[in-house]
Each structure stands twice: as structure tokens, then as C-alpha cells.
């Protein structure tokens, strides 16, 4: 049992994964949760065909590769670095 508040731990836990599910949660749950992926993460990753640096495009929810001219989506917070995926860039 907390000695703070008379809550036991569990409860405690459990108020603190509700306070955490509800940071990441959407405001809107129908929205696509168009959300900017970590940036350590977008740090990390390179194009899976050239192993270029990629440019994240925030307006597209894309990460873009100009050395292979692909822009790899990004779905719920989720880059999708697979080729197939990837939308070919014009020009």
C-alpha cells in the first residue's frame, strides 16, 4: 500500500498507464494520427536501397530518399521503409 495516499501500488500503476495511454493518445480518435515519428528514430534510419540520409517531409507524413527518388510513408507514427511501398518522386 502507498503510505502517501492510502492507494496501493497497483492502483498506482494502473493511474499511471492510463496518464501514459492518454498522452498518446489522438484528440480525435477518427484522425490518422498524423503524429511527427521520434526524431532519434528518423536519426537512425537511411534509405533500405541506397543507405542515403532521409529527409522527413511533415507536410506528406514522408520520409524522402533524392539518391533513390522514393518517399517512404509514414502511417500512425510508423515509417514504412519498404520499396514496394514507396511512392516513386517525379523528375
Given at each position: 500500500m502507498s503510505q502517501s495516499d492510502g492507494r496501493s501500488d497497483a492502483?498506482?500503476?494502473h493511474d499511471a498507464a492510463a496518464a501514459?495511454?492518454?498522452a498518446v493518445r489522438?484528440?480525435?480518435p477518427d484522425e490518422?494520427?498524423?503524429e511527427r515519428p521520434d526524431r532519434r528514430l528518423l536519426e537512425l534510419l537511411v534509405c533500405p536501397v541506397t543507405k542515403a540520409v532521409l529527409r522527413y517531409d511533415s507536410a506528406r507524413q514522408?520520409?524522402?530518399s533524392e539518391k533513390a527518388r522514393l518517399a517512404?510513408?509514414?502511417r500512425?507514427?510508423?515509417p514504412h521503409m519498404v520499396p514496394s511501398e514507396a511512392r516513386p518522386l517525379a523528375g
Open positions: 492502483e498506482l500503476d501514459a495511454a492518454a489522438p484528440e480525435n490518422d494520427m498524423a514522408e520520409l524522402i517512404y510513408p509514414i500512425r507514427g510508423v
